[in-house]
T-cell receptor
């Protein structure tokens, strides 16, 4: 079935460690997004990519990095510079055309990151 | 002030009740989304609308562009409707989200 796969479901990070969250989609969508969710808060945009080999910072990009080498993959690295990484991370994608106005965003199941 | 405000933050209802969740936004938008997040965290899109009203089963979503307000209604609520309902609006980059309404429907 078509969809978005995020892995792992749970991830633990040690102090000073970089960790990478995987997001893969087989929907042939051009645009992909990473959001962070903290308890009691709305989702906030970390990074987004509207086409392969191009990505843009969102509202809370500091301490994170991404790559978009393939259309179907948009991994997120949480670097040691991110001092408060504990959160729920969601990946999403939308189709082509006018992606934001016309197409619905599809979400992965999320990755819950905790600091050891 | 948040760009997307939802009310109420928490809602407890008895099975069968009619439920309304409200969303107000302060920015120009091209579309508004209602999303459902279950306890495991996964999010499902319920509606995307830019005008008028949409209905899917027991769910109805309305939007008033002039008043920058949208409502999500659930008729004949059921315990399986218990979830967090999130309003989001599209800007030129991605979605801007409200903080969600936690709904608990008791049998």
């Amino acid at each position: 079935d078509g969809g978005i796969t995020q892995s792992p479901k749970y991830l633990f990070r040690k102090e000073g460690q970089n960790v990478t969250l995987s997001c893969e989609q087989n929907l042939n969508h051009d645009a992909m997004y990473w959001y962070r969710q903290d308890p009691g808060q709305g989702l906030r945009l970390i990074y987004y990519s509207q086409i392969v080999n191009d990505f843009q910072k969102g509202d809370i990009a500091e301490g994170y990095s991404v790559s978009r080498e393939k259309k179907e993959s948009f991994p997120l690295t949480v670097t040691s510079a991110q001092k408060n990484p504990t959160a729920f991370y969601l990946c999403a994608s939308t189709g082509t055309g006018d992606p934001l106005a016309k197409n619905i965003q599809y979400f992965g199941a999320g990755t819950r990151l905790s600091v050891l | 002030k948040n760009e997307v405000e939802q009310s109420p933050q928490n809602l407890t209802a008895q099975e069968g009740e009619f439920i309304t969740i409200n969303c107000s936004y302060s920015v120009g938008i091209s579309a508004l989304h209602w999303l459902q997040q279950h306890p495991g965290g996964g999010i499902v899109s319920l509606f995307m609308l830019s005008s008028g009203k949409k209905k899917h089963g027991r769910l109805i979503a309305t939007i008033n562009i002039q008043e920058k307000h949208s409502s999500l209604h659930i008729t004949a609520s059921h315990p399986r409707d218990s979830a967090v309902y999130i309003c989001a609006v599209t800007d030129r980059r991605a979605l801007t989200f409200g903080s969600g309404t936690r709904l608990q429907v008791q049998p």
